[in-house]
T-cell receptor
């Protein structure tokens, strides 16, 4: 069975600081990995996805994530946080069998001025 | 371009009442999903459908039923609502093109359901 673990339910950074949100996955077959963002009172929006092409994936709003098979990780980063990045972020995993997405429990990002 | 539309957006029910949540997508997607989101639990899959007329159970299906009579619509029913079903419900859809294609899911804005 697939699973996703997001380390830290709440992360707080200063505006302009590095954002690092951690995601580790478990999958018995090659995974597809996703990061979604949820702003208050909205649905989830796709930030980026990894589907076995380049291991460094660039997404929207300056975010990127690196797939590291040896560490079973897919951490999300952004060099410089902006106030508008404050939201909840979800990591999710599927696989080549097209199984439904399994989501992590989410990490709430706060950005301090 | 509406994408995924959920109705209603808010609802308050009494224990034991029934209701149906409607999800409609205009992207000709094959796959549709219902999730519930609870604090600290992330999104958990209730039921999903891989095409018109087909449904399957997800992680937390008990107390819910679904139907996919038309490709564009996916209905979630609560036959006898319980306080434990108080949650935010999200519908999502995606268009699959083969075993090696994994398209992202498109989400609705959610339905906030409170059961007293």
């Amino acid at each position: 069975a697939q699973s996703v673990t997001q380390l830290g339910s709440h992360v707080s950074v200063s505006e302009g600081a590095l954002v690092l949100l951690r995601c580790n996955y478990s999958s018995s077959v090659p995974p597809y990995l996703f990061w979604y963002v949820q702003y208050p009172n909205q649905g989830l929006q796709l930030l980026l996805k990894y589907t076995s092409a380049a291991t460094l994936v660039k997404g929207i709003n300056g975010f990127e994530a690196e797939f590291k098979k040896s560490e079973t990780s897919f951490h999300l980063t952004k060099p410089s946080a902006h106030m508008s990045d404050a939201a909840e972020y979800f990591c999710a995993v599927s696989d080549i069998r097209n199984t439904p997405l399994v989501f992590g429990k989410g990490t709430r990002l706060s950005v301090i001025a | 371009n509406a994408g995924v539309t959920q109705t209603p957006k808010f609802r308050v029910l009494k224990t034991g009442q029934s209701m149906t949540l409607l999800c409609a997508q205009d992207m000709n997607h094959e796959y549709m999903y219902w999730y519930r989101q609870d604090p600290g639990m992330g999104l958990r899959l209730i039921h999903y459908s891989v095409g018109e007329g087909t449904t399957a159970k997800g992680e937390v299906p008990d107390g819910y039923n679904v139907s996919r009579l038309k490709k564009q619509n996916f209905l979630l029913g609560l036959e006898s609502a319980a306080p434990s079903q108080t949650s935010v419900y999200f519908c999502a859809s995606t268009f699959r093109q083969g075993p090696d294609s994994n398209q992202p899911q498109h989400f609705g804005d959610g339905t906030r359901l409170s059961i007293l």
